[in-house]
């Protein structure tokens, strides 16, 4: 039976082997649609509608091969000009049927029993919901805690927050808190920039009442190693947390150049969590980088990096990706009640996060 994991590569494959422009999309579509289709599609299932009618006769074809070589071999004969490969920015990512069945097989750790909302947006920065719709959502899910953390205003490519703005979401925060705080206790969280050298775009000055979340987001292209550019973040006072570590995007770019033994072994000893981002086309720690980190000692907070109410579903991903992982319930943050959080915080001399 080819998987939906295979099917969508090879599709994909197919797609690149065309020259750029139109006569890729339909392919590019299909594949797409393959790779979030909930289900395996096996040789029989009804194929999903979001799979174009010009990609219908290839999709047929290809998924009544019979194992990897007849599938390699179809797509070598269908490819166009160009060399159909596979590429680094497309493996280690999990499909939507495999989270599904990831979460159905693994009962080490269950969303339903997932108690915090780590890293999701509002409209302050680039989301799409209020804080109260997303804390809404939140309580909806299940979470006892959340922790907001949208972006700050050192990051150029969005619209983020600055004193100010930080200012009227902490009232936000707890005119929330004052309502609802027995049911979800919001805190308030930043997703910082990690700069060129390591250092943080928040003076340290204004960090305190923050759970600082650290995050990568500029000099992506840069080949060089940027072991060093990580390692002086996770050295940064108030940091809790090291947000899509790899900044990885799907079929985009494969991420960070970087020594990950050292990266792990730093963020053991500083203790440091380390982010299993679930947004689909992240999934950031993969499972095999999440595994490598666990042996280090590390421990990980699973994010949905929501940017809308509909996206704080996402930590199912991430809950699939430390399944695979194979990680241990009590290395986990999000599984503990706010009294877990507050002791971890309190072990690392961060408890000042917690804010008011
Ligand atoms: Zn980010
Ligand atoms: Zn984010």
Redesign the pocket.
């Known amino acids: 039976m080819v998987t939906n994991a295979a099917l969508a590569e090879a599709l994909f494959q197919l797609a690149e082997s065309q020259p750029p422009g139109e006569g890729r999309l339909p392919l590019l579509r299909a594949g797409y649609a393959v790779f979030d289709h909930p289900r395996e599609l096996g040789g029989g299932r009804r194929l999903p509608e979001a799979i174009p009618l010009e990609a219908l006769p290839t999709v047929s074809m290809l998924r009544q091969c019979h194992g990897p070589d007849a599938l390699g071999a179809a797509v070598q004969r269908l490819a166009g000009p160009h060399r159909a490969r596979q590429s680094s920015s497309r493996q280690g990512f999990l499909t939507a049927a495999e989270i599904d069945t990831a979460l159905a097989e693994g009962s080490a750790l269950r969303v339903g029993e997932l108690r915090g909302a780590v890293?999701?947006?509002t409209r302050a920065s680039d989301g799409a919901g209020t804080l109260d719709a997303m804390a809404r959502a939140c309580l909806r899910r299940g979470a006892s805690w959340a922790v907001v953390?949208d972006?700050s205003r050192g990051l150029g490519c969005v619209n983020g927050l600055d004193d100010e703005g930080l200012r009227l979401q902490r009232a936000a925060v707890d005119a929330w808190n004052h309502r609802h705080g027995d049911e979800l206790r919001l805190l308030q969280g930043l997703?910082v920039e990690v700069l060129e050298d390591g250092s943080l775009d928040l003076p340290r000055s204004r960090r305190q009442g923050l759970i600082l979340?650290a995050?990568v987001h500029t000099g992506l292209a840069d080949r060089r190693d940027q072991t060093g550019r990580l390692l002086r973040a996770l050295d940064e006072p108030g940091v809790c947390a090291l947000?899509?570590p790899r900044c990885r995007l799907f079929a985009r770019r494969s991420g960070l150049r970087v020594n990950w033994e050292l990266i792990f072994r730093h963020a053991a000893e500083t203790g440091v969590a380390l982010e299993i981002?679930g947004f689909p086309r992240r999934q950031d720690l993969d499972a095999g980088l999440a595994a490598m980190a666990a042996q280090a000692g590390c421990c990980f907070v699973l994010?949905s990096?929501a940017?809308h109410p509909r996206h704080l579903e996402f930590d199912r991903n991430a809950t699939a990706l430390a399944l695979r992982a194979g990680l241990r319930r009590p290395s986990i943050l999000n599984f503990n009640l706010l009294d877990g959080l507050r002791s971890w915080l309190d072990e690392r001399g961060l408890v000042a996060a917690l804010g008011g």
């Open positions: 890293h999701w947006h953390a972006h997703e979340v995050a947000a899509h981002n994010a990096d940017h």
